[in-house]
């Protein structure tokens, strides 16, 4: 079979999970899940500082049962997300992850491609760090604006991933699977 290539917006299938290609980088894909995979709570503890992605049971979720469920991480490669929340605040950093979420300003850049759900979509920007507001995080509404909810609520889960494509091959029938 002829390999083909993604373009920003087209949609293919990993392991059953239909993604959508936001970007190509580097010759990787850059892809979000074209449906939402549960909602789930950004994090299970209440207090603050629970609305910092490095540390929530969310990401715990992703990059271990999910992972594990449904990915196998040769064909994935690790990205950095940046953990500035909106208000410019720094504090917590950056992480790195197999299986991550949008940031807003991710989410800003691709809304183009960005499916949207009937539950709002957590984004892992937080709303800010400071003590005494660090328990909201930014979200997507159905209507496509980003806003906030409380980090102990449960949110739409849309998980973003970024495929290797030097040991995937996409065929014709628009999956991605190990090159042969």
């Given at each position: 079979?002829?390999?083909?290539?993604?373009?920003?917006?087209?949609?293919?299938?990993?392991?059953?999970?239909?993604?959508?290609?936001?970007?190509v980088i580097?010759?990787?894909?850059?892809?979000?899940?074209?449906?939402?995979?549960?909602?789930?709570?950004?994090?299970?503890n209440?207090?603050?500082?629970?609305?910092?992605?490095?540390?929530?049971?969310?990401?715990?979720?992703?990059?271990?049962?999910?992972?594990?469920?449904?990915?196998?991480?040769?064909?994935?490669?690790?990205?950095?997300?940046?953990?500035?929340a909106?208000?410019?605040?720094?504090?917590?950093?950056?992480?790195?992850?197999?299986?991550?979420?949008?940031?807003?300003?991710?989410?800003?850049?691709?809304?183009?491609y960005?499916?949207?759900?009937?539950?709002?979509m957590?984004?892992?920007?937080?709303?800010?760090?400071?003590?005494?507001?660090?328990?909201?995080?930014?979200?997507?509404?159905?209507a496509?604006?980003?806003?906030?909810?409380?980090?102990?609520?449960?949110?739409?889960?849309?998980?973003?991933?970024?495929?290797?494509?030097?040991?995937?091959?996409?065929?014709?029938?628009?999956?991605?699977?190990?090159?042969?």
């Amino acid at each position: 079979m002829n390999e083909i290539k993604l373009r920003p917006g087209e949609e293919f299938v990993y392991n059953g999970i239909r993604f959508i290609c936001l970007d190509v980088i580097d010759g990787n894909y850059l892809a979000i899940t074209a449906d939402c995979l549960c909602e789930k709570r950004f994090n299970d503890n209440y207090n603050d500082g629970c609305n910092n992605w490095k540390t929530s049971t969310l990401r715990r979720f992703l990059n271990e049962d999910v992972l594990e469920e449904h990915f196998d991480a040769k064909h994935l490669i690790k990205q950095t997300s940046d953990l500035t929340a909106d208000n410019g605040d720094k504090a917590y950093g950056t992480c790195e992850d197999y299986i991550t979420l949008l940031t807003c300003d991710q989410y800003r850049k691709y809304r183009d491609y960005v499916p949207l759900f009937e539950e709002c979509m957590w984004t892992l920007t937080p709303w800010r760090c400071d003590t005494g507001y660090a328990d909201h995080v930014r979200d997507v509404n159905p209507a496509g604006a980003i806003y906030f909810s409380n980090a102990h609520g449960s949110g739409g889960l849309a998980p973003v991933c970024l495929f290797n494509s030097n040991n995937l091959t996409l065929r014709r029938q628009a999956q991605l699977i190990p090159a042969e």
